[in-house]
């Protein structure tokens, strides 16, 4: 909060960046609403500024958890010394409680005895019930492995139907304060991919999978091709084989039996650029030939070709990358369009569309 210059008594302030200055003003500021008081602003934004009432406060109460107290050198609460503004360290306390906990040798008996001595009693009072138990864990894994392991998320697993159900009807939240934790849901799901997956969750287990995958009949393989480019681009396409007996006849599968569209197949790439997109649709006509025996060529261009058009949705490198795979197949005695150029090439099967 920083005086105006020529400010005017209800409009002497702004916020400002803490190196504003007249001279320098690329820094962030703004003006105060007229809504608002700025004497009470200043009370508590003005380091030295003192409060109207009140001498000071009393000592907080405020806790923090042993785990990341270290972190927390300083209260979060506003506190007033001598009507001013001040920041309270915080400080530790040790707790002197003793117990003992006593477990059965036997690894199926899950229960435990803890015994306290009445003598050493807790300084603090009970913080809320975050940390989970063996038992709340086990109950959350049952749900991520009823949810599918693969491709979940926390929020996945929270709001599929089967969740609920192991849960008598609850939310996880509701059911035990720890799950409120999204972090500690994450380690679990985190957890239970790794069993299904021991290679990693990265490149090198999509790789791991593809070659499991080979060793399956083509119509069982989800994942086709694996392919790279220039740069370390990688590309992997998978998808569905009877969908892409559908795919010969339409670019944009509509299945008229379930009236919907259908994925066939989907496509994973960590780059979008014109040459990527080239190999994109080489690598999508040689999945179609190997699952279907047909070529995935269009009317226009080629005797025997059945796909009409292309939907794009406005993306240039996409358009032109498509163009250079498609011409190569182009039959000018057929077709009649005799252009080497592929820019040219896509006003004859391209159709751009916008949701505008």
């Known amino acids: 909060m920083k005086a105006r210059i020529n400010g005017t008594l209800r409009n002497g302030y702004f916020i400002g960046c803490s190196q504003w200055s007249p001279t320098w003003r690329d820094h962030v500021s703004d003006s105060i609403l007229d809504s608002i008081d700025e004497t009470l602003l200043a009370e508590l934004m003005l380091p030295q500024a003192g409060f109207s009432s009140g001498s000071g406060t009393t000592a907080c109460s405020r806790i923090g958890s042993s785990r990341v107290g270290e972190h927390h050198k300083f209260c979060t609460h506003i506190h007033l010394k001598d009507s001013k ?47 989970i138990s ?29 969740t609920r159900l192991l849960l008598n009807g609850q ?48 119509e069982e ?27 010969h006849w339409e670019f944009v599968i509509w299945y008229g039996s379930v009236e919907r569209v259908l994925t066939a197949g989907r496509v994973y790439t960590n780059r979008a650029d014109r040459p990527h997109y080239k190999c994109l649709f080489d690598e999508l006509q040689k999945i179609i030939f190997q699952l279907t025996g047909k070529q995935l060529h269009f009317k226009c261009f080629t005797a025997g070709g059945t796909l009409v058009t292309m939907g794009v949705d406005m993306e240039a490198p996409q358009v032109q990358g498509a163009c250079d ?25 391209v ?4 949701t505008d």
Not at 174 to 199: A, N, T
Not at 325 to 339: A, Q, V
Not at 351 to 354: E, I, T
């Open 221 to 247: 393989r989800h994942i086709r091709s694996i392919a790279t480019t220039l740069g370390g681009r990688v590309l992997i396409i998978t998808m569905v084989p009877y969908l892409a007996n559908l795919v």
């Open 325 to 349: 795979s498609f011409l190569p197949k182009n039959e000018p005695e057929y077709s009649g369009i005799t252009t080497a150029d592929p820019d040219k090439f896509a006003l004859y099967f």
């Open 171 to 218: 939310s996880p939240a509701m059911f035990h304060p720890s799950l409120h934790r999204k972090r500690l849901k994450q380690g679990i799901i985190r957890d239970e991919k790794l069993k299904v997956s021991p290679e990693g969750l990265g490149i090198s287990a999509i790789y791991a999978r593809h070659i499991k995958d080979l060793k399956l009949p083509a």
């Open 351 to 354: 159709r751009a569309w916008s």
């Open 85 to 131: 503004s001040v920041r309270e360290a915080m400080i530790h306390h040790t707790c002197h409680a003793y117990m003992m906990i006593y477990v059965p040798l036997d690894p199926d008996l899950c229960m435990a005895c803890v015994t306290f001595d009445t003598a050493k009693l807790h300084t603090h009072p009970m913080g809320p019930m975050t940390k």
């Open 134 to 162: 063996l038992n709340i864990k086990e109950k959350y894994r049952k749900c991520v492995r009823a949810a599918g392991v693969l491709g979940t998320t926390a929020q996945k697993v929270d709001d599929t139907p089967t």
